[in-house]
């Protein structure tokens, strides 16, 4: 199925082929997953014209991406608020929003660029779940409500991620930063600074299991009572800060802008 390039700014380019979605996608979503195909089309039409995902990474947009994400939300209460740090093309904060109309979903985002499509596609889609905040973590602390959950995907190594995204959370709530499968060793040498921004419990879970051919790998760190380290504490003691690269690598190396 190919689509006519969208109207905002693509100069005549052309969009990629929109994947068909694999069986269990409907199963996922249920009575949402008209939503998630149009966001799927979306993603592969404005979103690869525009640089918020890359062309090679249209044929697999359910199963790497926008599955991928749906998943973690077993892992969220129902009505929760969540704060998606470093949210790039909405994942996973559009994916949650579309998934569960129940929870209310902030889109962190720092790039005006990203900042803008975001901004169009939760006006195409219809979601009034979703506010869309311009700005990175650590500049958000005392503009974003505090989160019952806050997540992120690709956006840098654990203790950077633990500095901006702590502070956003709610005192007992839950951190979920989706990573690979080297987050236990992320775990193991970040324990003393995780411990200092507040976290209580930490286990690492695997979402989707049994529904997709790889399942998802979560943190799924408790929240006491957030400590900020200051905004610039981010990368001390990591000796190979994350990095988030184009959309065509893998997720995991993606570099924070």
């Not at 969208?6 to 996608?25: F, I, M, N, R, S």
């Not at 997709?212 to 003691?237: F, Q, S, Y």
Request: net charge neutral; charged share 25%.
């Amino acid at each position: 199925m190919k689509h006519d390039p969208p109207q905002h700014g693509t100069g005549g380019l052309e969009t990629a082929d929109v994947p068909a979605a694999p069986a269990q996608a409907a199963a996922i979503f249920g009575d949402r997953f008209p939503l998630a195909q149009q966001y799927a089309e979306l993603l592969a039409g404005s979103g690869v014209v525009r640089g918020l995902i890359g062309p090679r990474e249209a044929p697999r947009l359910w199963e790497r991406h926008i599955l991928n994400c749906a998943v973690i939300t077993e892992l969220i209460d129902p009505d929760s608020t969540v704060a998606d740090v470093g949210s790039g093309a909405g994942l996973p904060g559009l994916v949650i929003a579309v998934r569960r109309p129940d929870v209310s979903v902030t889109l962190i985002e720092p790039l005006l660029r990203r900042v803008r499509w975001l901004d169009e596609v939760v006006q195409e889609l219809g979601l009034t779940n979703v506010t869309v905040a311009r700005g990175r973590a650590e500049s958000l602390w005392d503009e974003v409500a505090p989160a019952d959950v806050v997540t992120s995907r690709a956006v840098s190594a654990l203790e950077n991620l633990a500095v901006w995204s702590v502070p956003l959370v709610r005192p007992g709530g839950w951190w979920l930063p989706m990573k690979g499968s080297s987050v236990a060793d992320e775990i193991e040498q970040s324990r003393d600074l995780l411990s200092s921004v507040g976290v209580t419990e930490i286990e690492v879970v695997e979402c989707g299991v049994g529904v997709l051919d790889e399942p998802t790998i979560v943190a799924r760190l408790a929240i006491g009572t957030p400590r900020r380290l200051g905004k610039n504490a981010a990368g001390k003691g990591t000796k190979k800060p994350g990095r988030r690269q184009s959309a065509d690598r893998r997720p995991q190396d993606r570099r924070r802008q």
